[in-house]
């Protein structure tokens, strides 16, 4: 099966593990990622604002151009954009005149965007469809013995109207983590933020966050992390090193991208540049047998 | 003893408390303080004012209280406060009113020339973008 494909700035450049081990995944699995030809910035953040329209443009033009290219479906892997791509299309689905505003706005030539013409999905969701046995079946290996911390954060639960699970419980992770031998630690700071874009302004609130979330995957006996959000692996990840610089008690964890994990399972080793981790994953992984 | 606060109908319904509304499209009246959105914020500690009483503040028309507050410019966007309403008020959007309401008067929050170049390169571009759609406009 062929899918659109969005990636989006980060999966280009510090996301790249992300990149590389989702989209070999992805070929194992039988679905061509398409990278549309022509995309532009999401943005990152949502705009929440009601009556500035222009902040949503730069998504709905991405999703003009999937159009144009011919794809009904688009997937990102990152989930900021994914957040960011499919909240702009509801925004506009749900009003007329914002269409009409927007339509006025859009370059000259191209046919009017209602906003319901593109689907998002995203990772998760495609693993569903795929089917979760389907995916342990081709990746699954027996006797791994790892536990891993699987960590949500906020962009695929929040809003609810965007939400890939259940919000309040998810348990896709989980369920894609067992059926490929893992075993999914359960800890309560799974569906919290990690304190996102408050890295450059306000980096302390990203230390607390941090050093939570780790520390309560840790007590529940976790050896490893998985996100699938470029700017949650960066926060979760990066700052670890600076508080263990700070206390030495605080035990770091690695932090891994999902797919980094699946493509290791799948005996898949290249892809992954290790110099983009500061917890280095790789100790962990040799011990269990997957490098 | 608290300072004493004078209301008015007049204060109430100000330009700057209307703007708010019009920005968020939230009313911010519909809020009856149960506190579960400052209970549940992961960035409350950093706050001067929790996320209930900026609510309670934009109710009586104390908006320049609430622009004064470092409170808007700390919120995560994270929206469990939204998630948690038991009123379904989208309190995120509210903070994203008084942001941009203080905004559109003087452009930026936040310049980008008081990054050092090392941080800069540092931070990958997702994190410097959200953070520059949240603080410049």
């Known amino acids: 099966m062929e899918i659109g494909y969005y990636p989006g700035c980060t999966l280009k450049t510090s996301a790249r593990n992300f990149e590389r081990t989702a989209l070999a995944v992805l070929e194992l699995l039988g679905i061509k990622a398409v990278e549309l030809s022509e995309w532009y910035c999401c943005g990152v953040n949502f705009s929440q604002v009601q009556d500035n329209l222009m ?137 919290e933020c990690c304190g996102s874009y408050q890295i450059v302004n306000e980096p302390a609130v990203v230390w607390q966050r941090t050093r939570l979330i780790v520390e309560s995957a840790r007590q529940n006996g976790a050896e490893v992390m998985v996100v699938l959000c470029p700017l949650c692996h960066y926060n979760l990840d990066s700052v670890q090193l600076e508080i263990q610089r700070t206390d030495s008690r605080f035990q770091t964890l690695p932090v891994l991208y999902l797919t980094q994990l699946l493509a290791l399972l799948a005996g898949i080793g290249e892809g992954n540049d290790w110099s983009l981790h500061s917890v280095d994953p790789r100790p962990i992984l040799k011990a269990k047998g997957l490098l | 003893m608290a300072e004493k606060i004078i209301l008015t109908h007049q204060k109430i319904n100000g330009p700057d408390a209307e703007v708010i509304h019009e920005i968020s499209g939230v009313n911010v009246f519909a809020c009856y303080q149960c506190g579960n959105c400052s209970a549940t914020c992961p960035a409350v500690d950093f706050m001067d004012i929790p996320p209930h009483q900026i609510m309670r503040n934009l109710q009586l028309g104390l908006v320049n209280e609430v622009l004064n507050t470092k409170t808007p410019w700390i919120c995560l966007a994270c929206l469990s406060c939204s998630v948690k309403c038991p009123r379904s008020l989208d309190i995120a959007r509210v903070m994203e009113g008084c942001r941009n309401l203080i905004l559109r008067r003087k452009y930026e929050y936040f310049n980008i020339h008081t990054l050092d170049s090392e941080t800069r390169l540092k931070l990958p571009p997702i994190a410097l973008i959200a953070n520059f759609r949240k603080n410049l406009l």
């Open chain 1, 55 to 191: 902040l949503q443009l730069a998504p709905l033009r991405t999703l003009m151009k999937a159009r144009d290219s011919g794809f009904t479906r688009i997937l990102t892997l990152c989930t900021m954009c994914y957040n960011t791509l499919r909240r702009a299309s509801l925004f506009l689905q749900a009003d007329e005149e914002r269409q009409r505003i927007i339509n006025d706005f859009m370059d000259r030539g191209a046919a009017s965007y209602r906003g319901d013409e593109v689907t998002v999905i995203d990772l998760l969701t495609l693993f569903r469809e795929i089917g979760i046995s389907e995916i342990g079946h081709k990746i699954g290996r027996s006797g791994i013995d790892l536990k891993v911390a699987p960590y949500y954060g906020c962009m695929l639960l929040r809003p609810r109207e965007v939400a890939v699970d259940d919000a309040s419980d998810p348990t896709i992770m989980e369920e894609v983590l067992q059926s490929v031998g893992c075993q999914p630690v359960a800890y309560p700071m799974r569906i």
